[in-house]
């Protein structure tokens, strides 16, 4: 295995699964509902972008890829790890992803060694806020 530093996304996506077999069906719903309530305040998100590395149309077609590998790969994401990482954590897709799970690492219902995981792997800075209700969207 390779040391932790010297691990892509994908790697790490796949260490992830492998880690924790049973959660994979809870990230894949957990980020086509945050795929979903980021959609509904589409026109809110898309007035009060700030400026980024990228920009909001980069930002809702990484989501519209991400939802449609899901979609499209349904439970072989579950079954398959490299298929779970490689759909998932590879390219630039991998923002989206990962904008997910650090979201889901500080749900109060998330399992708390995943969270740990999560931290450990990918950081707990969040990469984009798009929640109204959150004060600083950025």
Not at 50 to 62: E, G, H, I, R
Not at 96 to 119: G, M, P
């Amino acid at each position: 295995m390779k040391a932790l530093n010297k691990m892509d996304n994908v790697d790490k996506g796949r260490l992830l699964a492998d880690l924790f077999p049973l959660e994979l069906a809870n990230i894949t719903q957990y980020i086509q509902r945050e795929a979903e309530q980021i959609r509904k305040q589409e026109q809110f998100i898309r007035t009060h972008w700030a400026s980024t590395l990228f920009n909001v149309n980069f930002w809702f077609s990484l989501l519209e890829n991400v939802d449609k590998k899901i979609k499209k790969n349904g439970t072989q994401l579950h079954k398959k790890h490299r298929w779970f990482a490689d759909q998932l954590f590879d390219g630039y897709d991998a923002l989206f992803t990962l904008y997910c799970l650090q979201e889901l690492a500080i749900k109060k219902d998330c399992n708390r060694e995943l969270a740990q995981a999560i931290h450990l792997f990918f950081g707990e800075a969040r990469l984009i806020l798009t929640n109204p209700n959150k004060p600083d969207i950025g």
